[in-house]
């Protein structure tokens, strides 16, 4: 690529082949622009795209701790302020330091109103230290620290609803997205970006590595989450959700079949109770959500 | 100007002459009073700062953290179990050589629980890379912080500064206290001007990670920073004194130390005890002398060996406790000390804001002439049975 075309998330960082985060970056910085800055936490992305001396950044960006993203955004929000500055400021981080570790400081700084936008991409687990579970971990996915077994059908419980608890922070602007839709996932970014105050997107990001399935299949099952209404892609405006995606729903399934993390529920036999408690999670997202398109006949 | 005023309110007035762009702060005692005179100022429009009211100490340093690499002069203000909770964030800042200034008022840390003055807060930092002063009185504590932005923001140095002083004894306490005018601050104080910050214009990666093949030089480059930190203090404290009277060029202060036999050796306010408790005893004819440590960290060996080297005996007393081994102070000048032949005892002495009486001063000198030390200085005896 020349020119313009050359991305802000440069390759040949050190990523998975398939990795959704990488994807998502670059896609975020081709939304966001130049006239950004980053502040990573610590996590999958931040190590595989700056192994000194290399950067995949091409926008000024700052890695300081797991934890403090939100808060170190805070401190370059209320600096670019004072200095009259109108950089726009994106804090980063995975599922582990956003529903986790770094919840503190996330809710102080949605709290105080800060302008930056937190993106979570959301890979359902701590993969930088060997898929252990976090909070967004999914009901019984088997993790190293949840792993199925003769009494156990993986992770006991179900995942964190962070975007709910952001929005009910008084978030102008809260949004789910997904890499199986760049587009849609390119327009939240900017629209957060756009809106004054902190906004959080949430990517679900699918990891070959952690969920254990063939690399060229990462945007297959990103969609997957989608068709089966495990994951819904929505925008909440001011507390209320103004724009859903509908779909036309397929069991979960055709979902959970396809991943290494689910494989204890097919073999060595089938756990049709445990697929129904699975189902019954896609069937209470569609009704609250609403995703349903009912076809004709 | 000459003024009477209560420790945190001279030092919140010297912050704020200072002129930080963005203030992130919790509330701690007895760290409050500044924080609240600092709140004043700029909801009054004299200062002109992003005051973030944080929901922790952990995020009051991060934020700060964040508003240094944007490129703005920063501050805040801590103790005791805040500073504990800013343990990572403390290595971190040092590592990234952002040269934010950090009050810190000394108080103990738990468990038990206690809100009293003792320097185990600022001690247990000693290892993170940040500069640590520890002011005597108010007027000390208030001109420490002019020099440590001018010390933490000098190119040679990009380190970031604790100027200590200590809980109640010095922060509540009314002294008079000269304070500079605005316009003599900003002659000393020059405008912030970063080496490097978060700029779109020009974007660089800060805190990068490091493999086993680099890790090593960058914690070389840091220590270097640290200890070459040393001539900028000189410059810095020595220029002061020219401009304004006080002089801060040495890391330490002598007191009575020309023909001393027994040496005392201490930190922050009680000095100022060592100090009536040293004239009282010389006029018995008992030749004790101080050696105060105003700069803790870059330690200044060369000082004390140099001052020290001609003693009989060295007290130190040390308001904190490394459990198990001894106290830091005593630690460094045995280091110093090493291959001189001069007894080093140590004193762990005032802990959790226990008063310290010149009677006490006195009797650590009695001790040490016996050869008496390593010791819990006076221990309720029930422990003891």
């Known amino acids: 690529m020349t020119g313009e075309q050359c991305s802000l998330f440069e390759s040949g960082h050190r990523a998975c082949g398939g990795c959704a985060a990488a994807l998502a970056a670059r896609t975020i910085l081709d939304a966001a622009g130049r006239d950004t800055i980053v502040v990573s936490a610590t996590g999958c992305m931040e190590v595989f795209s700056t192994p000194y001396p290399e950067t995949a950044w091409n926008v000024p960006w700052i890695h300081s701790l797991f934890e403090n993203n939100s808060a170190v955004a805070s401190g370059i929000s209320a600096a670019l302020k004072k200095q009259g500055r109108k950089e726009k400021v994106i804090a980063i981080g995975g599922d582990g330091a956003s529903f986790d570790i770094g919840m503190l400081c996330l809710s102080g700084a949605f709290e105080r109103g800060h302008d930056f936008v937190y993106i979570c991409y959301d890979n359902e687990a701590y993969m930088n230290t060997g898929i252990q579970r976090s909070g967004a971990t999914p009901y019984d996915a088997s993790t190293t620290t949840s792993p199925a077994g003769k009494c156990s059908t993986g992770n006991p419980r179900p995942k964190k609803d962070l975007p709910a608890i952001l929005a009910a922070h008084g978030a102008p602007y809260v949004a789910t997205a997904t890499v199986a839709y760049l587009p849609d996932l390119k327009k939240k970014i900017r629209k957060a970006l756009d809106t004054e105050g902190p906004c959080y997107v949430q990517v679900h990001a699918p990891c070959c590595t952690g969920w254990g399935f063939e690399s060229e299949k990462t945007i297959a099952i990103a969609r997957l989450a989608v068709e089966t209404g495990l994951f819904v892609s929505y925008e909440m405006e001011n507390g209320q959700v103004t724009r859903v995606k509908k779909v036309v729903r397929k069991p979960v399934e055709e979902y959970l079949k396809e991943q290494r993390r689910f494989r204890h529920l097919f073999r060595p036999q089938r756990n049709d109770a445990e697929i129904a408690k699975i189902q019954a999670i896609a069937d209470r997202n569609a009704e609250k959500f609403a995703i349903d398109i009912v076809l004709k006949k | 100007m000459m003024e009477i005023m209560e420790g945190s309110h001279a030092v919140a007035n010297a912050v704020r002459m200072c002129r930080p762009q963005v203030i992130a702060a919790y509330p701690i005692t007895p760290q409050t009073h500044i924080v609240e005179a600092l709140a004043e100022m700029v909801a009054d429009c004299r200062l002109d700062a992003e005051y973030i009211t944080v929901e922790s100490e952990f995020s009051a340093l991060s934020a700060c953290l964040g508003a240094s690499a944007a490129g703005s002069r920063v501050y805040s203000a801590t103790t005791s179990q805040g500073l504990a909770l800013m343990f990572e964030v403390c290595f971190n800042t040092a590592g990234l050589r952002l040269p934010v200034v950090m009050s810190i008022v000394n108080r103990a840390l738990g468990a038990p629980l206690s809100i009293w003055n003792d320097q185990q807060d600022s001690i247990a930092l000693r290892d993170s890379g940040w500069l640590q002063f520890y002011a005597e009185d108010n007027q000390e504590a208030t001109d420490l912080h002019y020099v440590a932005y001018r010390v933490a923001e000098d190119r040679r140095v990009l380190l970031p500064a604790f100027v200590c002083f200590d809980g109640y004894i010095l922060s509540h306490t009314y002294e008079p206290v000269e304070m500079l005018t605005e316009e003599q601050v900003d002659r000393y104080l020059p405008k912030y001007r970063p080496v490097h910050r978060l700029d779109s214009a020009d974007p660089i990666s800060i805190g990068l990670f490091a493999s086993p093949d680099y890790y090593t030089e960058f914690r070389y480059q840091i220590d270097q920073a640290v200890k070459g930190s040393m001539q900028v203090i000189r410059e810095a404290g020595r220029q002061f004194g020219e401009m304004f009277g006080r002089d801060y060029a040495s890391p330490v202060e002598e007191y009575r130390m020309d023909d001393a036999d027994c040496a005392i050796v201490a930190m922050g306010s009680i000095c100022g005890t060592a100090k009536d408790a040293i004239d009282e005893m010389r006029k018995e004819g008992r030749k004790a002398g101080l050696l105060r440590i105003r700069t803790f960290r870059p330690f200044p060996a060369e000082e004390v060996r140099k001052a020290l080297s001609g003693v009989s005996s060295v007290a ?70």
């Open chain 2, 316 to 385: 130190v007393l040390d308001k904190n406790i490394s459990l198990g081994s001894k106290g830091a102070v005593a630690l460094e000048v045995r280091d110093a000390l090493y291959g001189s032949g001069v007894p080093v005892l140590d004193y762990i002495i005032a802990l959790g804001g226990r008063d310290v009486a010149k009677k006490d001063i006195k009797s650590v000198v009695d001790m040490a002439a016996a050869g008496k030390g390593d010791l819990f200085y006076g221990l309720r005896e029930e422990v003891l049975r």
